[in-house]
């Protein structure tokens, strides 16, 4: 079956909310392909990978977490840009993007998604009073080592993350996938016993280290994968329309 590429994303917009975030890019429908979607391929970035991955599986929509046109950025139509674009553009294929709306959902969610691929049961936000923190806190069935603990990371996300040990038994855990690792002192400030994050900075070490929790960088790429795979799913049983996540693996 085929529906209509406006129809698909005014259901996107209405599941997600999107004109209600304010975000550092366009949300929603960034490249405007042809007027009927029967195919929808996703993937975490709108890479140069993904767009020939996407045109090899003969894709009417591409459906990502990181898009294009990012606040400050060059707006020049070269270099890597004019290929990404000129190959949607050539092959008439759309590409729908969320960025923010995609991490805070809380059905397809990247973070709620993250949960459950770590079976971390969510207690809520990471900090209920500041509402643009995107992370989450939640609770662990049974109380496991940080080094246990990073195992299961490994196991569900197919990578070693980088593990901060600490002498904590692992009950609580805060986490933000991606680049929030600058989240850590509001997971402190929550008392989680561990941060889960997709990347690490350098004061995130100390940080770690000096409050005496665990924290982990699991992968930004890694961590990202999960939601932008539950919104294809969601599209697709809602349209009756293909969906396929390809992964275009990136070790960051």
């Given at each position: ?16 909310s999107?004109?209600?975030?304010q ?7 960034q490249?405007?392909?042809r007027?009927?979607?029967r195919?929808?391929v ?5 890479s ?6 996407a045109?090899?599986a003969?894709?009417?929509?591409v ?12 707006p ?17 294929i ?22 459950r ?9 990471l900090?209920?009073?500041n509402p643009r923190v995107v992370g ?6 049974e ?15 197919g990578?070693?993350p980088?593990?901060i ?17 600058g989240?850590i002192d509001?997971a402190?400030?929550a ?9 690490a900075?350098?004061q ?5 280290r ?5 924290f982990?960088a ?5 961590t990202?994968?999960?939601?932008v795979q539950?919104?294809?799913d969601y599209?697709a049983?809602r ?13 960051i």
């Amino acid at each position: 079956m085929a529906v209509a590429l406006s129809t698909l994303v005014a259901e996107a917009e209405r599941y997600l909310s999107s004109s209600k975030i304010q975000d550092y890019c366009p949300n929603g429908l960034q490249v405007e392909g042809r007027v009927q979607v029967r195919r929808i391929v996703s993937g975490v970035t709108a890479s140069q990978a993904l767009l020939d991955a996407a045109v090899e599986a003969e894709a009417d929509l591409v459906l990502v977490h990181h898009g294009y046109f990012w606040k400050g950025e060059n707006p020049c139509i070269t270099g890597m840009k004019q290929r990404r674009l000129k190959t949607l553009l050539r092959h008439d294929i759309s590409l729908l993007a969320y960025h923010l709306p995609l991490d805070l959902h809380p059905e397809v969610g990247n973070n709620v998604q993250l949960a459950r691929q770590l079976d971390i049961i969510v207690e809520g936000p990471l900090d209920p009073d500041n509402p643009r923190v995107v992370g989450l806190v939640g609770a662990l069935a049974e109380p496991l080592s940080a080094r246990d603990f990073a195992r299961r990371v490994q196991e569900a996300l197919g990578r070693e993350p980088l593990l901060i040990e600490s002498e904590q038994i692992i009950r609580r855990v805060g986490w933000c996938t991606g680049g929030g690792q600058g989240y850590i002192d509001n997971a402190i400030a929550a008392g989680v016993d561990l941060f889960l994050s997709g990347e690490a900075s350098e004061q995130t070490f100390h940080s770690a280290r000096e409050n005496g929790i665990a924290f982990i960088a699991a992968g930004h790429h890694a961590t990202e994968r999960y939601g932008v795979q539950a919104l294809g799913d969601y599209l697709a049983r809602r349209f009756a329309v293909e969906h396929l996540f390809i992964d275009c693996p990136n070790p960051i």
